[in-house]
């Protein structure tokens, strides 16, 4: 996951309150930690970086009085080294050709090998993120101007990364040539922006002029905009499906395409092949699993009803671990309503079941509020293999899926009357992308064929 944002414009203007907003916009891609860079008039790259909601690791009032050509920020969510200031983004340094900060997204699949090799050159890492790594390359590259070794580094990369990079007189964005995450390009009067969602530029009334294309590397600078590619690696494209499913807000274009509505297909798709004439009505695992419900329920006929409330304000910073608070487990979170749930045959949507222990103990509260029968229906096929390209999923033996021998043993073991899952050809028809422009490697395992290894020669 994570969210970046950035922008540039043709004069100092007060442009650090839009990136304020644009990673309020992005939240839901990360919560960890944001964080916010900018060049000022001086010339000087600064950042400033907190833990936690960006209203609470940010300023917003202070950050509203600060002038900027260019700034790019960030929201995070740990997969690639822990969750501390120090691996918080934009990740900025000052080298020998002058000043960069990187905000990212995605995970770099040979990150290991690549930091390996360059500590063993003395290279002194000051994070544990693999974003570091980028820096680390374009350093290694100090004979050429900064553009040129930015994409020297990016060229020996493989996995996922969609980039927001701030030089001294330029914004870059730059995309993976597989384009696992999305990065979208905007325009309000003399300033352009980048964004990893749509949502984001709605928020600040910029429009949305277009997607970077995987493997394009746009820069904007006095001149206006340019486009460049990174020398072609990727044998096909491979966009995240799962951002589809649940990781995109619903109000994102993505690609051309609603988030909203390929979600709610997704939820027509799986009631056409996984009907359920016994239910009485239909629900939903508030909220990843809200539209795909509705979907459900208009292609079935069955009307749709919430019977679980979810508490809003339930996070890490309000509710502290203690042993009464892991008694009550999820029922912090969500809560079921005896009222409606009461000797009703019901089916229950979700987006997916990773680990398999939330939908066991939902099951169980909606059995104690007297439902007859729960038909759990997942808009996603079965979540069978980890991510390796930026998002934070389980082994693979802690995969619910996985674990079990068959979708039998794991309907048996979460207690539900029937369990079914969207077929991947369905899931692949409601995002109307060609197949092989997909991953679909945590549900197939099949991944990136390009090796992870890390040697090189600079
Ligand atoms: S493995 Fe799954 S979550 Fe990861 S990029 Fe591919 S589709 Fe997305």
Redesign the pocket.
């Known amino acids: 996951m994570c969210g970046v944002f950035g922008a540039f414009a043709q004069k100092d203007k007060l442009l650090l309150e839009d990136i304020y907003l644009g990673l309020f916009a992005l939240q839901h891609r990360g919560q960890e930690a944001a964080g916010v860079a900018w060049i000022g008039p001086d010339g000087m790259l600064q950042s400033f970086k907190g833990m936690g909601l960006v209203h609470e690791a940010l300023d917003q009032k202070r950050l509203s009085q600060i002038a900027a050509r260019g700034a790019i920020g960030h929201v995070r969510y740990s997969t690639s080294g822990a969750s501390i200031i120090t691996n918080a983004q934009p990740l900025a340094a000052n080298y020998a050709k002058g000043p960069v900060a990187i905000s990212h997204n995605g995970n770099i699949t040979n990150a290991e090998g690549i930091r390996l090799n360059l500590e063993n050159r003395g290279a002194i890492f000051q994070s544990t993120t693999d974003t570091e790594v980028i820096i680390h390359l374009m350093a290694h590259q100090s004979h050429k101007a900064p553009l040129d070794a930015l994409i020297d580094a990016l060229e020996r990369l493989n996995g ?1 990364y969609s980039l927001a990079v701030l030089f001294k007189d330029a914004l870059v964005a730059a995309r993976d040539p597989w384009g ?1 995450r999305p990065l979208v390009l905007g325009r309000r009067d003399d300033t352009y922006y980048v964004a990893s969602e749509s949502c984001a530029l709605d928020l600040i009334r910029a429009e949305v002029i277009r997607n970077i294309e995987p493997g394009e590397v746009v820069v904007i600078n006095d001149g206006g905009l340019s486009s460049l590619r990174i020398p072609l690696k990727a044998k096909r494209h ?1 966009f ?4 589809y499913v649940y990781f995109a807000r619903p109000d994102s274009i993505i690609d051309g395409r609603c988030v909203y509505i390929v979600r709610k297909e997704m939820g027509r798709r799986l009631a056409a092949a996984s009907p359920c004439s016994r239910a009485q009505l239909v629900t939903d695992m508030p909220d990843s699993g809200t539209i795909a419900a509705t979907g459900y329920a208009d292609a079935s006929g069955l009307p749709y009803e919430r019977t679980i409330v979810r508490n809003r304000y339930v996070g890490r910073t309000f509710i502290q671990p203690t042993q009464k608070v892991r008694e009550l487990g999820v029922q912090i979170k969500l809560n079921p309503m005896r009222e409606v749930i009461d000797g009703k045959p019901l089916v229950v949507v979700d987006d997916s079941i990773v680990r398999g222990t939330t939908v066991a103990k939902v099951v169980s509260m909606m059995r104690k509020c007297g439902a007859r029968e729960i038909h759990m229906r997942i808009s996603s096929p079965p979540v069978r ?1 980890p ?5 934070d ?1 389980p082994t693979r033996q802690e995969l619910a899926a996985a674990r079990f021998a068959s979708l039998e043993d794991l309907k048996s073991s979460i207690e539900v009357d029937s369990l079914a899952y969207l077929k991947e050809s369905d899931l692949v028809a409601a995002i109307g992308m060609p197949r092989d422009e ?6 197939n395992g099949e991944y990136l064929e390009e090796g992870n290894e890390g040697g090189f020669e600079l």
Request: net charge negative; charged share 5%.
């Open positions: 996922a696992f491979y995240c499906s799962f951002e293999f991510c390796y390209y930026g998002i999923t997909l991953c679909l490697a945590c549900f």
